[in-house]
């Protein structure tokens, strides 16, 4: 299995910037995808962007295209989710996943961290 661990979340004032960081270890696979979801109070989980091995299989939830930067290390099985001109409609509890380029995200094949809690000020 994967383990994933995060980093960086915290609390910045709107305007703001953070980084979150997501390191995958344990019985990785070559072929992943790692990506970012959120989740607010009260509302469904939401798509924030995912990366393949290959750069060019990144993609953005509607809402922070533009905005969030998603990057990763293969090296070092690390994803990075580099977040700029945060505002409250921002604040959620951001996971980390990672898949195989055969499932889905909540299938079988995913895995989920353990969420970082990213709150904007306004």
């Known amino acids: 299995q994967v383990q994933l661990v995060e980093s960086g979340g915290g609390l910045v004032q709107a305007g703001g910037s953070l980084r979150l960081s997501c390191v995958a270890s344990g019985r990785t696979f070559s072929d992943s995808l790692m990506g970012w979801f959120r989740q607010a109070p009260g509302k469904e989980r939401e798509f924030v962007a995912s990366i393949g091995r290959s750069f060019a299989t990144s993609s953005y939830g509607h809402s922070v295209n533009g905005r969030f930067t998603i990057s990763r290390d293969n090296a070092k099985n690390t994803v990075y989710l580099q977040m700029n001109k945060l505002t409250p409609e921002d604040t959620a509890v951001y996971y980390c996943?990672?898949?195989?380029?055969?499932?889905?995200?909540?299938?079988?094949?995913?895995?989920w961290g353990q969420g970082a809690q990213v709150t904007v000020s306004s």
């Open positions: 996943a990672y898949r195989n380029t055969y499932t889905t995200w909540y299938g079988e094949g995913g895995y």
